[in-house]
């Protein structure tokens, strides 16, 4: 693996690693729609599994992140962070690879365990992987552009993963009909196209240029406690994990069961949740470019004080989904609510991630990351096994109350607690912050001014437009190469 560690990166090596970020952004994604998500959760209640199973299956990659506890002191010691990210990605995706004889396994008994062993395996390895690369990214890419360049790099990213998504849909609705009994094999089909796209996405991590970690004088390398406690002795980076640990913890009681949700208790094709989430995907593409703008203009947390409370309220939305007994209503609200899930998602996300980043020390930020992630991890970990727990323990009581039944007691708590955490986001320090308001009006503004160059979509011309400027500049840095040969 040939070093590509240097002191400091020429504006041409800068450009050329982030063309590959973003094409590694795309690999990435379209691993995760094929492996995880809604097909990995079809795929368990597929083989029998019930809520506990199904909240362990969501906990596991979140838990996992605690591995980025030992990782801050490989990291920091070592200090090759591109290096430790390709060791440790490629051995993660590795274990996508046996997912495909699960199958072979029917029986509850066997093939179950084995899918929550092969998931524990990928995620606690890959874990190691993304603490390097938060810390490698926060030194790459330019503080200036971070807001516009990750929105840029979601929109691609999630363009290819609507993509592959309804394909892959598409693909298992046909087998489901035309061969039920093979239906487990469809999905193995998948779980190989996940692990070689993210074979390939290791092959272009590889290329990326790493700029060398400049470590604080007053942290020594080998003080791993010293190194681990440093960012809670920032008291503004110790609100954003107090309001990060009780926002995931409340949120998640309620989120990661909606394709559960859908597919037990509304008893939708699997189809149809595919075009939701697509719809909603659409609106994250459409709306990340326009909050990363935002971000770049006010502030993340200007960003969250709108996103999060619309989140709370489409979650709350959830719990009238029994009233309907018409289909096309039922179908409307639905409709709505995974707009308002996309809207409020791509803000979340790229906020959350943004702030983070902002608010930790350039050359000395590995161990505040690796913090916000095992603080977001540890939180979207327990808040699924715990809302698991309860939902198969009212399951098993017979529970409901009226015509709600357990989820929507999940649904209602965590709109309910959730509403209480903008209180601690409140209290973190952003430079650039504004009144809500403002926020709002920037948004319909940002709003009108895509509503202009979109005339037909609003998310795929802005795609292709992203996709001819990253050519061009490919092609601009293959004739700078070939100038240089010829000389």
């Known amino acids: 693996m040939k070093s590509r560690t240097k002191e400091s990166l020429s504006e041409e090596e800068t450009r050329q690693s982030l063309i590959r970020v973003l094409r590694d952004g795309i690999t990435t994604q379209i691993m995760l729609t094929l492996t995880s998500g809604v097909f990995l959760i079809s795929f368990a209640l597929d083989l029998g599994a019930n809520s506990i199973i199904i909240g362990f299956i969501i906990a596991i990659p979140f838990l996992a992140q605690l591995i980025q506890i030992p990782a801050i002191y490989l990291i920091e010691k070592y200090q090759v962070r591109r290096r430790i990210n390709i060791i440790a990605t490629s051995l993660s995706r590795f274990f996508l690879l046996p997912m495909i004889f699960v199958p072979v396994l ?134 954003l994990i107090l309001f990060l640990f009780t926002w995931n913890f409340f949120i998640n009681l309620a989120t990661p069961f909606f394709t559960v949700y859908l597919i037990n208790i509304l008893k939708l094709d699997l189809s149809l949740i595919i075009i939701f989430q697509m719809m909603s995907q659409l609106v994250n593409v459409f709306f990340f470019r326009i909050w990363g703008n935002i971000i770049d203009k006010f502030s993340n947390k200007s960003v969250l004080l709108i996103s999060c409370p619309l989140l709370l309220f489409s979650i709350f939305l959830w719990i009238f989904t029994p009233l309907i007994k018409v289909r096309l209503v039922l179908i409307a609200l639905l409709i709505l609510i995974y707009l308002f899930i996309g809207i409020s998602i791509a803000g979340i996300n790229l906020a959350t991630a943004n702030i983070g980043l902002k608010l930790a020390p350039r050359g000395n930020a590995t161990s505040y990351l690796a913090v916000r992630n095992i603080v977001i991890a540890f939180a979207s970990g327990i808040a699924p096994l715990l809302a698991g727990i309860i939902d198969e323990g009212l399951t098993t009581l017979k529970f409901s109350f009226w015509i709600f039944n357990s989820f929507d007691i999940l649904f209602l708590l965590a709109a309910l607690l959730g509403s209480t955490t903008l209180f601690f986001l409140t209290n973190i320090q952003e430079v650039g912050e504004v009144d809500e308001k403002i926020v709002i009006q920037e948004v319909f503004i940002e709003m009108k001014k895509f509503f202009r160059v979109l005339p037909i979509s609003i998310g795929f011309k802005q795609m292709t437009n992203i996709s001819s400027s990253i050519l061009k500049n490919y092609q601009q840095i293959k004739r700078i190469e070939k100038e240089k040969i010829s000389k």
């Open 106 to 239: 029917y029986s509850i008994e066997l093939a179950i365990p084995t899918l929550l062993v092969l998931i524990a395996l990928h995620y606690s390895i890959g874990a190691i992987g993304n603490c390097s690369w938060d810390s490698w990214m926060r030194d790459l890419i330019p503080e200036e552009v971070m807001g516009h360049f990750f929105s840029r790099r979601m929109t691609w990213a999630m363009g290819f993963g609507i993509v592959v998504a309804l394909i892959a849909g598409l693909f298992l609705d046909y087998w489901r009909a035309t061969s039920p009994s093979t239906l487990l094999y469809a999905y193995s089909i998948l779980f190989l196209g996940g692990f070689i796209v993210g074979m390939i996405g290791v092959g272009i991590v590889s290329l990326i240029f790493e700029p060398q970690m400049k470590i604080k004088p007053i942290i020594s390398r080998n003080n791993y406690t010293r190194i681990f406690l440093t960012p809670f002795g920032d008291i503004n980076f110790k609100h």
